[in-house]
């Protein structure tokens, strides 16, 4: 019975998987070779799409921006990376906590405090209100785009390269220093060879996320199209989701190719370190100290510069002519894109996202992990959960859009009616959408977690006749709790923040903060967007600040085993 139980769940587990990822993805890449009347049309679409400038050169315009983007974030995340790590500068903990900071924020917001920066009436291009002499550059276009995706991809940077300088054997560095290596030679041979996956999967990942990133280039592109503002052109501007469908399929190529990539060189990579292994230990160097002192400090200034930005932008009644604060912006009952209400629904589609994205992704990575038996089912259930890392955010909505609000799917000449359909127009589909977004990285930490859990529990209690449910229920939960909470607090925060999933799903009746600001800044209301973008960044730490606190409580109450 309990086996029974057991393979029911898997089964149930890889169908939601297939219902949630693959299918509304396949229905994406075959409305690509549909005619605009529903018909079978081949290539023609791909063709069109090719042959028509403006749109053929967003491919190269999303490649030149990501690549150059990730050479600045991998570079500038190594140098920060290597300061937090392998030096002895004082406040690590502040400095690594606002580097943070941007993961909190819309992307949009980036966009638009480089408005308030480096815009035509900038607080940098024209001198601080004309104190000094102006900085004037041309914001709108590539430079504003990269300027942005590296503020957002920075963070992500610097957490996979501060891990990958961590796992260094101490001995590595003894045996250098014995045999007269220098320090130049010391990087080259032992620091870079030992980081090269770190720095690989930092490549892919800024990658990535800067070439499917829609919020900063729909504030700063300007007439430099990109893919992802040109899906939302052609589905929300010309109401083509033909060509909506084809340039979602672009996008996705490169994606796809970057991310198999990445799979493929995690899976050569090998330990960094053994049972022998002796942790670095920084040890005080003047020069180099103070060098590492000054890049954090340069980095954290401009980064609490940016968004104190527009934090002051938010405040001042009229910019740049009338500086007095207040709280004027705040007041969204004048806006449009849902006001208030739609801060309220962020936050309960966040809650629901973090509980429903927290419990699947969990679930599932104990089912795949600590189960035995149908080995087949459980290696297919996995390679689908890796599969949403690899879907940008507008893919996932217009694969959703195609998928759910279809009343019925015609089948070889026979009409079946969507069982789905009843989620679309619903909070259901705003949860079940961020949920997928971001599952993927929820089941790695949640399986990373459970791999750390001896198997022989899951042994002891087959052998007393303790049901596996039981031992999750008393034993896995209770020590995988922490990672639970770090999965949640995730999903809460990224689901805030986020709009390239959600904007094609919202409706009118359910308006979303980070939606509202892509509306307010359509509108021309650049100071109440920067004022909602700010109250998402307000609620996000203080949702981080909380579970701060309650992941010190948990610790002392279900982790005092591991202090003995």
């Known amino acids: 019975m309990e086996t029974w139980i057991r393979r029911t769940l898997i089964i149930l587990a890889c169908l939601w998987m297939v219902c949630c990822v693959l299918l509304p993805v396949t229905q994406l890449l075959w409305k690509s070779f549909l005619s605009p009347e529903g018909e079978f049309s081949g290539l023609a679409n791909y063709v069109a799409y090719f042959n028509n400038p403006a749109l053929s050169a967003s491919l190269s315009n999303s490649l030149y921006v990501s690549v150059l983007t990730t050479l ?92 990958a300088l961590r796992m260094t054997d101490a001995r590595l560095y003894e045996a250098s220093e014995s045999l007269g290596a220098g320090h130049f030679r010391t990087f080259l041979n032992i620091t870079l060879p030992g980081i090269k996956f770190g720095l690989i999967s930092t490549f892919f990942v800024c990658f990535i996320l800067a070439f499917t990133d829609f919020g900063a280039p729909k504030v700063v592109g300007g007439q430099f199209n990109v893919l992802a503002t040109d899906i939302y052109k052609q589905v929300i501007g010309q109401q083509n989701f033909v060509m909506g469908a084809v340039v979602s399929s672009v996008l996705l190529v490169p994606t796809v190719i970057a991310f198999v990539a990445d799979r493929i060189c995690q899976r050569r990579q090998f330990s960094a370190l053994t049972a022998r292994s002796v942790p670095l230990v920084p040890r005080p160097s003047g020069m180099r100290d103070i060098l590492a002192f000054a890049l954090c400090t340069a980095v954290t200034v401009g980064i609490l ?181 770090e999965i949640g607090v995730y999903y809460f925060v990224n689901s805030m923040a986020t709009v390239s999933a959600v904007i094609f799903l919202y409706n009118a009746d359910l308006p979303l903060a980070s939606v509202a600001v892509a509306n307010m800044d359509d509108a021309g209301d650049i100071a109440p967007a920067a004022a909602m973008a700010m109250l998402i960044v307000g609620i996000n730490i203080l949702v981080r600040g909380l579970y701060s606190l309650l992941n010190r409580w948990v610790l002392r109450r279900t982790q005092t085993w591991a202090g003995r």
């Open 305 to 485: 510069g940016f968004y104190g930005t527009a934090l002051f932008a938010s405040l001042v009644k009229v910019w740049p002519y009338d500086l007095s604060l207040g709280f004027s912006h705040y007041d969204f009952s004048k806006m449009g894109g849902g006001g208030i209400d739609s801060l309220a629904n962020s936050i309960r589609m966040s809650l629901y996202s973090a509980v429903l994205g927290t419990a699947t992704a969990f679930g599932s990575a104990y089912l795949i992990e600590k189960s035995r038996g149908m080995q087949t089912l459980r290696q297919i259930s996995y390679m689908l959960s890796l599969l949403p890392l690899a879907l940008p955010g507008m893919v996932i909505g217009l694969s959703y859009i195609f998928f759910f609000n279809a009343p019925s799917w015609s089948l070889f000449g026979w009409s079946v009616a969507n069982p789905f359909n009843v989620l679309y127009g619903t909070m259901g589909i705003l949860v079940l959408s961020n949920v997928v977004h971001f599952y993927t990285v929820s089941f790695l930490t949640a399986t990373t977690a459970l791999k750390q859990l001896d198997k022989e529990f899951e042994t002891v209690s087959e052998s007393l006749g303790v049901p596996f449910y039981r031992t999750f229920v008393r034993v896995t939960v209770p020590v995988c709790l922490p990672a639970a909470l």
């Open 72 to 163: 600045i974030s991998t570079t500038l995340g190594f140098a920060f990376a290597y300061a937090l790590t392998r030096t002895c500068v004082p406040f690590k903990g502040f400095f690594q906590g606002v580097v943070m900071m941007p993961l909190f924020a819309p992307t949009l917001l980036n966009g638009i405090a480089l408005v308030y920066l480096f815009g035509r009436k900038g607080l940098i291009s024209q001198g601080f209100f004309g104190k000094i002499p102006g900085v004037p550059i041309e914001l709108y276009g590539p430079f504003g785009i990269v300027f942005a995706e590296v503020l957002y991809t920075f963070p992500q940077a610097v957490l996979i390269l501060s891990v």
